[in-house]
């Protein structure tokens, strides 16, 4: 197919849809959000999975100044019905099959649209039949944009969307940025081209969640530069090979997993389908073992970048190809704009070669606080830098290495899941003494979840009952892939468990600690 063939718009399994056809739904979504009631500053939830229906909806509530809230689809219900609820939104956009087991879940007062649930989905996913067609107690999404005229509101600042971060006290997050001046919206432009890799007309590949905060970015970017976006319902190795070669992929976002996934594929599959389209691969969110970058470049070429940030921060270390084979486990050299402190346990900033936990900005990104929860900003802010609880340090030569986390939280194939919410969970376990969870390494996600659960005297734990109370309240990526019952666990002198001497012998033998 000859490069003027190539479809320009956003693609989604057997469907496509045109950048004209998008602008004018969204619109259209807009239209219909605001005489609901939607405002600038309001928060409008979304519900889906990889859609193209997500995207459109995203960018109708940026057009009226509101912020889009996707909501992690894995969730339970009460865990979506926290979200709802601390988000304030008056609009829950949400695939139907899903909206199906929501009944009690969704609060009072607030309007679900019912968007059909996509055949490329139903393709991927065990779907219930009966749950594909509009609940009694929603309105059908398609139906209902079709009777809006075209948003022609006037132009106003558009924020990012705002992310759920994983909770460290067992609930999460909205991180809320300020919409952004039109001298930070160029900053962001200049970051994405660099980091991202965006640039006009880029035929870009989305096969990570939308919900996610890097590929909701890139995602939402990525649609809007006359070139092609291509979201994948979920991820699997060669039909991901057979897009990049089918549509000409030039740009994409992934994760370590990913990586690992493609090279297990036989040779001769890797082989069948061409690559020389790709320019720039960048890949975050967890460390990526050395050996399988340096085998990844050999494939695809010197096109693979990586950053390290977090959703708070942005984007605060970037690395080429060229970084990763000169200073293996690096997560490269300081972006442009940011600035990295790295503090010691006595609170003094370190210099180069030293360990520390770092703290970062970027001061040319709007601010955030965390919503309903400011005090919580606080908390991780140090003279205007924040700290995600990672620990690492700079080189002489300026290269950023992670070597540990502070704090508990465990990335599991790019998933940030903090083992206090499963605690919490085992705990209201009858028959649960004590308990801790922590990662463990895991070849294929990097880390996988292991949790340690201690028996109250007399009494005998089943661990396939443990797992399935724990999925009644957890999304199943938070149910922990390994669970053992011990008696009398090791505790420091205050009584807490000695949660390392659990977790370190894992990672000794693995030879890392992340």
Request: with cysteine.
């Amino acid at each position: 197919m000859s490069a003027s063939q190539l479809f320009l718009g956003i693609i989604s399994g057997g469907r496509r849809r045109s950048h004209d056809e998008v602008a004018d739904r969204a619109d259209r979504i807009a239209s219909g959000l605001q005489k609901l009631g939607v405002k600038q500053g309001d928060s409008v939830a979304m519900l889906m999975r990889n859609d193209i229906a997500f995207i459109e909806a995203a960018y109708a509530a940026m057009r009226l100044g509101a912020y889009g809230v996707p909501v992690n689809w894995h969730f339970k219900p009460e865990e979506i019905n926290y979200v709802l609820k601390d988000c304030g939104t008056s609009v829950l956009i949400a695939h139907a099959d899903m909206l199906h087991q929501l009944r009690e879940a969704i609060p009072q007062g607030i309007t679900a649209l019912s968007v059909p649930t996509p055949p490329e989905i139903l393709a991927n996913y065990r779907i219930d039949p009966d749950h594909l067609g509009t609940p009694d107690f929603a309105i059908d999404f398609e139906s209902w944009l079709k009777q809006h005229p075209r948003y022609d509101g006037p132009v106003v600042p558009q924020p990012q969307n705002m992310i759920y971060t994983s909770g460290t006290t067992g609930h999460p997050k909205g991180v809320r940025r300020s919409a952004p001046t039109p001298e930070q919206t160029a900053n962001a432009e200049r970051m994405r081209a660099m980091i991202y890799g965006l640039k006009p007309g880029a035929r870009a590949l989305l096969p990570g969640p939308l919900y996610h905060s890097a590929p909701n970015s890139f995602g939402l970017r990525g649609g809007r530069l006359g070139g092609a976006l291509v979201i994948m319902p979920r991820f699997d190795p060669e039909e991901f090979l057979r897009v990049i070669a089918t549509e000409k992929i030039d740009t994409i976002f992934m994760v370590p997993t990913m990586f690992i996934r493609l090279m297990k594929l036989p040779e001769q599959v890797r082989r069948k389908y061409d690559m020389s389209s790709l320019r720039h691969i960048i890949h975050a969110a967890a460390p990526c073992p050395a050996d399988v970058k340096r085998a990844m470049i050999e494939w695809w070429g010197p096109v693979i970048y990586e950053f390290y940030g977090s959703t708070e921060s942005g984007a605060v270390t970037f690395a080429t190809s060229e970084d990763a084979l000169k200073r293996p486990g690096t997560v490269g050299k300081i972006s442009p704009g940011a600035e990295l402190r790295f503090i010691g346990d006595d609170g003094r900033e370190l210099p180069q070669g030293e360990i520390g936990e770092i703290y970062s900005r970027i001061a040319g990104n709007p601010d955030f606080t965390y919503h309903n929860k400011p005090e919580k900003r606080t908390e991780i802010d140090r003279e205007g830098f924040i700290t995600s609880g990672d620990v690492g340090y700079i080189d002489a030569d300026g290269y950023v290495f992670i070597c540990d986390r502070k704090r508990d939280m465990v990335i599991s194939g790019g998933v940030n899941i903090y083992p206090a919410e499963i605690e919490a969970a085992l705990h209201a376990i009858p028959g649960v003494h004590d308990c801790a969870v922590f990662g463990i390494p895991d070849a294929e996600f990097g880390e996988a979840l292991m949790a340690v659960v201690e028996p109250q005297p007399g009494v005998t734990l089943d661990l396939a009952a443990i797992r399935a109370q724990l999925k009644v309240s957890l999304a199943d990526y938070k149910v922990p892939k390994h669970i053992e019952i011990q008696s009398n666990l090791p505790r420091e002198d205050s009584g807490k468990i000695f949660k390392r001497r659990l977790r370190d012998p894992y990672w000794e033998r693995a030879g890392r600690r992340i």
